[in-house]
C-alpha cells in the first residue's frame, strides 16, 4: 500500500503545473517580457476614426481596411501624439481599436433599433 501511495504522489506533483522532483517550489523564468499595452486616448480614437474616413473609398461596404492602410494610420497618430500614454500606435493596435469601435457602434445602433427604445 505505500507503494502505490508514492506513486500516487509522484503524479500529484507532475499534476500541478511547472513543479516538478528538480524544482520542488515551481519556480519560473521571469526574464520573459511583455509588450507594453497601447493607451488610447478619446482624442486619439477620434483622429484614428477622422484618418480612416479619409480612406473610407478604399475599406468597401463593410469597411474592412487593408492592413496597409491600418499602418499608416499607426503613423499618422505617432506623429501627432509623439508622447503616448502607453505603447505607440502599431497596426495592429490600430486594427484592434477600428475592429471594436466598429462592434460597439454596431451594437448601440441595434439597441436604438429595438422597439420600446
Given at each position: 500500500?505505500s507503494?502505490?501511495?508514492?506513486?500516487?504522489?509522484?503524479?500529484?506533483?507532475?499534476?500541478?503545473?511547472?513543479?516538478g522532483l528538480?524544482?520542488p517550489?515551481g519556480s519560473?523564468?521571469?526574464?520573459t517580457?511583455r509588450?507594453?499595452?497601447?493607451?488610447?486616448e478619446?482624442?486619439?480614437?477620434?483622429?484614428?476614426?477622422?484618418?480612416?474616413?479619409?480612406?473610407?473609398?478604399?475599406?468597401?461596404?463593410?469597411?474592412?481596411?487593408?492592413?496597409?492602410?491600418?499602418?499608416?494610420?499607426?503613423k499618422h497618430?505617432?506623429?501627432?501624439?509623439?508622447?503616448?500614454?502607453g505603447?505607440?500606435?502599431?497596426?495592429?493596435?490600430?486594427?484592434?481599436k477600428?475592429t471594436m469601435l466598429?462592434?460597439?457602434?454596431?451594437?448601440?445602433?441595434?439597441?436604438k433599433?429595438?422597439?420600446?427604445?
Amino acid at each position: 500500500m505505500s507503494n502505490s501511495s508514492s506513486v500516487g504522489s509522484n503524479r500529484s506533483l507532475h499534476s500541478h503545473g511547472s513543479r516538478g522532483l528538480n524544482d520542488p517550489m515551481g519556480s519560473q523564468d521571469n526574464t520573459t517580457s511583455r509588450k507594453a499595452a497601447t493607451h488610447w486616448e478619446l482624442d486619439e480614437e477620434k483622429d484614428l476614426i477622422a484618418f480612416l474616413s479619409t480612406r473610407k473609398s478604399e475599406a468597401g461596404d463593410t469597411m474592412s481596411f487593408k492592413a496597409h492602410i491600418f499602418t499608416e494610420a499607426a503613423k499618422h497618430l505617432n506623429t501627432t501624439y509623439p508622447n503616448p500614454k502607453g505603447a505607440p500606435k502599431s497596426q495592429s493596435s490600430c486594427k484592434t481599436k477600428w475592429t471594436m469601435l466598429k462592434r460597439n457602434y454596431t451594437i448601440v445602433k441595434d439597441i436604438k433599433a429595438l422597439s420600446g427604445f
